[in-house]
């Protein structure tokens, strides 16, 4: 089993910055790509940033340029640097890790609120 565990959300007003952390731990064979998903009531989880073992990163057209998404493969640990935070980035946000050597499982943290004022 895989744990993953996100710190860093909170409170922060529009314009200013946060940043995510997500650290796996547990029995990790190989660990693919990762990323940053957030969801918000009645909506469904959309993607905000992943990368891969290569750091390859892909992100979600709403937040490019704003935010950076990077790993430390040593750490098994994923971050997400958010800059120009908006009130629409206002969400519950879920570190993924899909982990695995030919099969890939997917792996979800239990969540982190970020609330931005406008």
């Known amino acids: 089993q895989v744990q993953l565990v996100e710190s860093g959300g909170g409170l922060v007003q529009a314009g200013g910055s946060l940043r995510l952390s997500c650290a796996a731990s547990?029995?990790?064979?190989?660990?693919?790509?990762m990323g940053w998903y957030r969801q918000t009531p009645g909506n469904q989880r959309e993607l905000v940033a992943t990368?891969?073992?290569?750091?390859?990163?892909n992100y979600a057209d709403s937040v490019k340029g704003r935010f950076t998404i990077s790993r430390d493969n040593a750490k098994n640990t994923v971050y997400l640097q958010m800059h120009s935070l908006k009130s629409e980035d206002t969400a519950v946000y879920y570190c993924?890790?899909?982990?695995?050597?030919?099969?890939?499982?997917?792996?979800w943290g239990q969540g982190t609120q970020v609330t931005v004022s406008s």
């Open positions: 547990g029995r990790i064979s190989v660990m693919n790509a």
């Open positions: 990368i891969t073992s290569t750091s390859i990163t």
């Open positions: 993924n890790a899909k982990v695995g050597l030919i099969t890939l499982r997917d792996y």
